[in-house]
């Protein structure tokens, strides 16, 4: 394996990479947070490579095929992240956040039917959890009838956490047809939970098209303050300075 990689441990993910004859000391990997995703993954630059070692050995290994997955989706590589994950949802009790990404990727590729008929079926056994409510509403946003969309949401917007509140009105800005609404909803998101980053960034776009550049960077800078070790926020933050300059 490659040594040249960044160094942050992430241990506690790659207990069983040993046992199958790969040194730990190549498991050294930098972490950063992806924008679109909702939680921290590897961003070593060999992170999927390691991990297809480890299935070379042992195809059926969780905890290597939830690290290729990771590894994929960095890289955008969304067919191969496809084929990982759907080793995943075959587990019996698959986890909910596999749920979400299996949803995110099947969208990616342009599968909308297969992801609205996953999360529809999961939604129906656990309407609960957090990563579900969001995979079916994403999934029902790309699927269903605007009108039903927006209704659903409005349903579900009341009764739910923060959390999810602020993810609903995320959703619900990409229906709305009006500029002022689309800038309500994502308000709405940030009063909810001011750290999602998803909403700052829609903020950040919507100006940036406006060329209204520095309320744009008021919404980048908070999503480079949020996700410091996101190399490409960074960039792009820098050439809007030059711009505004």
Request: charged content about 25%; some cysteine.
């Amino acid at each position: 394996p490659r040594q040249n990689v960044p160094q942050l441990g992430l241990e506690n993910h790659l207990l069983w990479l040993p046992r199958f004859g790969i040194p730990q000391k190549s498991t050294q990997f930098s972490a950063q947070p992806c924008r679109f995703w909702g939680r921290r993954i590897p961003a070593g630059k060999y992170a999927d490579e390691l991990a297809g070692l480890v299935l070379q050995k042992d195809p059926k290994n969780v905890d290597a095929l939830n690290f290729q997955l990771d590894g994929l989706i960095y890289h955008q590589n969304w067919q191969k992240a496809y084929e990982t994950c759907s080793k995943l949802i075959d587990k019996e009790n698959v986890k909910s956040d596999i749920v979400l990404k299996y949803v995110q990727i099947c969208l990616k590729l342009n599968q909308v039917n297969e992801a609205y008929n996953f999360a529809q079926k999961k939604y129906k056994r656990n309407s609960s959890d957090e990563n579900i409510i969001q995979a079916y509403v994403l999934a029902y946003s790309n699927f269903g009838k605007r009108e039903d969309v927006l209704s659903f949401i409005d349903e579900l917007i009341p009764k739910s956490s923060s959390k999810v509140k602020s993810n609903l009105f995320y959703q619900r800005s990409f229906l709305q047809k009006m500029e002022e609404n689309k800038l309500a909803d994502l308000r709405s998101s940030l009063i909810a939970n001011p750290r999602n980053s998803e909403s700052l960034f829609r903020l950040y776009e919507i100006y940036f098209e406006k060329q209204d550049y520095r309320k744009a960077q008021y919404y980048l800078k908070q999503v480079v303050a949020i996700n410091p070790n996101d190399a490409s926020m960074k960039k792009l933050n820098e050439t809007l300075t030059k711009l505004i300059k």
